[in-house]
């Protein structure tokens, strides 16, 4: 099952596969599809 998140601003749902972008810093960004927000170092929770 593919986890989702909801954009803070259009609070529309998307796949985090979509959403995120990986740096090659470990640093990961957030970009809403629908709206265009976006959102620095969002941290993932791993285990
Ligand atoms: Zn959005």
Redesign the pocket.
């Known amino acids: 099952m593919m986890p989702v998140v909801h954009?803070?601003?259009?609070?529309?749902e998307?796949a985090l596969d979509r959403v995120l972008t990986a740096q090659s810093n470990q640093n990961v960004i957030y970009k809403?599809?629908?709206?265009?927000?976006s959102k620095r170092q969002i941290h993932t929770s791993k285990g």
């Open positions: 954009c803070p601003k259009c609070n529309r998307e809403c599809p629908h709206c265009a927000y």
